[in-house]
């Protein structure tokens, strides 16, 4: 009993150091706090039995199916296993999990996608290409988020609770982190051959199962936990382009009061089929994943019945659909202008040019070159969506300039304008009328900052 009484009291001590000074919308008031201790809150808004027929249905874990979640074990990450029968499965066959980090105070709730590449060949999708390919490809251990991989569990502020330097309200929310083992940015529906270029190994039969992976972790949110009065889906690189692709229909399926998308450094182009390739660079990517991930058979007709207006010859589309259909949420995208990592994915594999540079200079500059014409034409499309912000610093010294959100906020700034990266997440979360946007014209600035060792070492360790 006395163990029960110290543990309870450590769980308010913890809960009393990370509550925000005023109270916010889905903030249970102290009393209701201790008695979610003894009696966690249940799950309020259950699948129904519509939601679970047809295209991409929320699939429950059969009766008896240990998840391994327990409801009471507060301010920890705990694994949460999917059973086959809710059509989860890592990219090797492996079971899908994903992981819950549950407090007592609240019922507001972020929902974080892992960033990690992408994959279409034996090379990418099995781990040989390094990180040029996709993430996990051995599936997902139970103990993913402990601090032996820092690479998931200290990731971002977001979902850091006590991050030494950058604070935000999400770090006082539930948080689900959702790991990336498909190589297909959430969103690709197919089992794929492939076979080994040396004819050394069998071949590789890989489960581009992004999309059926998202809807089974919503459904057991659904089943299992309170519906969130705020919600943030977000995460960086595959995981801002997951978040982005599935956001329509997991914020109508989760239903928060006030619902909020974050798409950090993944974006999706504007590259319809046929165009030119000098004004749309991002097509010859598209034309390929469209068919590899399987793209065109369900997958993007499925999001066309959930976000009308979105065109799936027009991959861009989404973003002014999702403004239409969702005008009292606030969205926003960023990434840096140097990015060096997302737009080697975009064009290095798909343009003779880039494969064939004589030297890592002209490599450099052609990406980038690419790069620009697909950012330009982001940023004016976001900067006519009221409810959709764009925010693009230019350069950052860690990670080839790649995800502004990952480590802590700082340096990603846009000097010119005197804003930081948390201007615009605090406007995202807590501002109204248009969502901010704003852009940097120029690195220079961002190269003259002094050395950062830390930087310096987690590239090295990158």
């Not at 993430?135 to 502020?157: C, E, F, H, Q, T």
């Not at 007709?301 to 065109?311: A, E, I, K, S």
């Amino acid at each position: 009993m006395k163990s029960v009484l110290l543990a309870c009291c450590s769980i308010v001590l913890s809960f009393a150091l990370n509550t925000p000074a005023h109270a916010e919308l889905g903030d249970y008031g102290f009393w209701k706090t201790l008695l979610n201790l003894a009696s966690p809150p249940t799950a309020d808004n259950k699948v129904t039995p519509a939601q679970g027929v047809g295209p991409y249905p929320l699939l429950n874990n059969p009766a008896g199916f240990d998840s391994g979640f327990k409801p009471n074990a507060y301010y920890a990450w705990q694994t949460v296993q999917l059973a086959p029968q809710t059509g989860a499965v890592c990219g090797n066959g492996s079971p899908y999990k994903f992981f819950v980090n549950r407090v007592p105070n609240t019922s507001n709730t972020i929902i974080y996608l892992e960033g990690g590449g992408a994959c279409w060949d034996y090379a990418s999708c099995t781990g040989q290409s390094g990180i040029r390919g996709a993430r996990n490809p051995d599936g997902i251990p139970d103990d993913y988020m402990s601090l032996l991989n820092p690479g998931a569990s200290l990731v971002s502020p977001l979902v850091v609770r006590l991050h030494p330097w950058t604070r935000t309200k999400t770090q006082n929310w539930n948080m689900i982190y959702v790991p990336y083992c498909t190589g297909d940015i959430y969103s690709g529906d197919k089992v794929a051959v492939y076979n080994d270029p040396q004819n050394q190994q069998a071949p590789l039969i890989w489960h581009h199962n992004g999309l059926r992976n998202m809807r089974a972790v919503v459904a057991w949110l659904k089943n299992n936990l309170q519906r969130p009065a705020q919600m943030l889906t977000t995460g960086c690189s595959a995981g801002g382009a997951g978040s982005l692709t599935n956001y329509g229909p997991t914020r109508q399926d989760m239903a928060p009061t006030r619902s909020f998308l974050l798409d950090d450094s993944g974006p999706v182009f504007s590259a319809p089929p046929g165009s030119d390739t000098a004004q749309y660079p991002s097509r010859p990517l598209q034309d390929f994943i469209r068919v590899a991930w399987g793209l065109n058979e369900s997958p993007l007709p499925y999001l066309q019945t959930r976000v009308p207006g979105f065109d799936s010859n027009d991959l861009g589309s989404l973003y002014p659909a999702l403004a239409s259909n969702l005008s009292g949420d606030r969205m926003g995208h960023t990434h840096f202008w140097q990015d060096l990592n997302y737009s080697a994915y975009s064009y290095e594999r798909f343009y003779p040019e880039i494969i064939n540079a004589p030297d890592a200079a002209t490599k450099e500059a052609l990406i980038h070159a690419k790069w620009a014409v697909d950012t330009g034409r982001l940023r004016d499309q976001l900067a006519n969506l009221d409810n959709v912000g764009g925010y693009f610093p230019q350069y950052r010294a860690v990670n080839e300039s790649h995800c502004t959100s990952i480590i802590e906020f700082a340096n990603s700034d846009i000097q010119e304008q005197n804003l930081q990266l948390d201007d615009f997440v605090n406007n995202l979360l807590d501002g109204s009328g248009a969502v901010l946007s704003a852009s940097e014209s120029s690195d220079a600035a961002d190269r003259a900052k002094p050395f950062n060792l830390l930087y310096y070492i987690l590239d090295q360790l990158l």
